[in-house]
């Protein structure tokens, strides 16, 4: 289990993953990190050479025991998000604080259904849940429904296509809200009711929700789900950055 004390700690870039013109993960060397769960997230901080210093939270993307990797969107008016994704290279360091939180996470220990639904950058907390019952080797069928403006948005894209070709029982559901490619077979609207209600599973299996965009996308899933039946209790959500789709 991670040490409840959360200091910071020098971390030092070892490798860089371009996943979108916006998006770009970045694999963190942290001595002494205590370990993390999936969904958790931690904090960073970058410092000046006048001193001045800026901090912003992140989800973390990596599967328990498989290091420490950020996913990071640009935000045009962030302090943080430009540096990482467009300045940082390997052999940088930067201070890092966490795990941080303790109920939007998934340690994959129950047989229950899991539909994860994400909307852009929401994805990067939910794909550390995929990665951790790929590694774990967990029976519990995940479904992934993740909205992104277009294909060349969707963030983790081949690594996604991957795990749901495995046939284990992890499956990914994508819908394209502003553009589609020709042939594009998928969802090509906004995730509502009706549109959970042909990708969630009913509620009479129970299944565990977790849910992270920006705000009305969070609230639109949610709010979906329990005109769907869904407990309350089952859905566990988390508003993060500044997509949504």
């Not at 502003?178 to 009913?202: H, N």
């Given at each position: 289990m991670p040490s409840s004390a959360v200091i910071w700690l020098s971390a030092t870039v070892a490798g860089i993953v371009s996943e979108t013109p916006r998006v770009r993960t970045l694999e963190?060397?942290?001595?002494?990190?205590?370990?993390?769960?999936?969904?958790?997230?931690?904090?960073?901080?970058?410092?000046?050479?006048?001193?001045?210093?800026?901090?912003r939270s992140y989800s973390i993307a990596s599967a328990p025991d498989d290091g420490v990797a950020l996913t990071v969107e640009?935000?045009?008016?962030?302090?943080?998000?430009?540096?990482?994704?467009?300045?940082?290279?390997?052999g940088d360091q930067v201070e890092v604080r966490g795990p941080i939180?303790?109920?939007?996470?998934?340690?994959?220990?129950?047989?229950?259904?899991?539909?994860?639904?994400a909307g852009?950058?929401?994805?990067?907390p939910l794909m550390a849940m995929a990665r951790h019952r790929a590694?774990?080797?967990?029976?519990?069928?995940?479904?992934?429904?993740?909205?992104?403006?277009?294909?060349?948005?969707?963030?983790?894209?081949?690594?996604l296509d991957e795990l749901g070709s495995r046939g284990d029982g992890f499956e990914v559901?994508?819908?394209?809200t502003?553009?589609?490619?020709?042939?594009?077979?998928?969802?090509?609207?906004?995730?509502?009711?009706?549109?959970?209600?042909?990708?969630?599973?009913?509620a009479s299996e129970s299944p565990r929700?977790?849910?992270?965009?920006?705000?009305?996308?969070?609230?639109?899933?949610a709010d979906g789900l329990l005109e769907l039946g869904y407990d309350a209790r089952w859905i566990r959500t988390e508003r993060f950055g500044a997509t949504g789709s």
């Open positions: 963190l060397d942290v001595p002494g990190w205590p370990g993390h769960r999936a969904g958790q997230h931690l904090d960073v901080r970058l410092t000046a050479e006048d001193g001045y210093q800026a901090q640009r935000l045009d008016d962030g302090e943080v998000s430009p540096y990482l994704v467009d300045e940082a290279r390997e939180g303790g109920y939007f996470v998934w340690d994959g220990e129950e047989p229950d259904p899991v539909l994860l639904v852009g950058s929401g994805v990067v590694r774990a080797g967990s029976p519990a069928p995940m479904r992934l429904l993740f909205s992104s403006r277009t294909l060349e948005d969707v963030i983790y894209r081949e690594e559901v994508h819908t394209l502003l553009e589609q490619p020709s042939g594009w077979t998928g969802y090509s609207r906004r995730i509502d009711r009706d549109l959970l209600a042909e990708v969630a599973w009913p929700v977790y849910v992270c965009g920006a705000t009305r996308f969070v609230d639109a899933a």
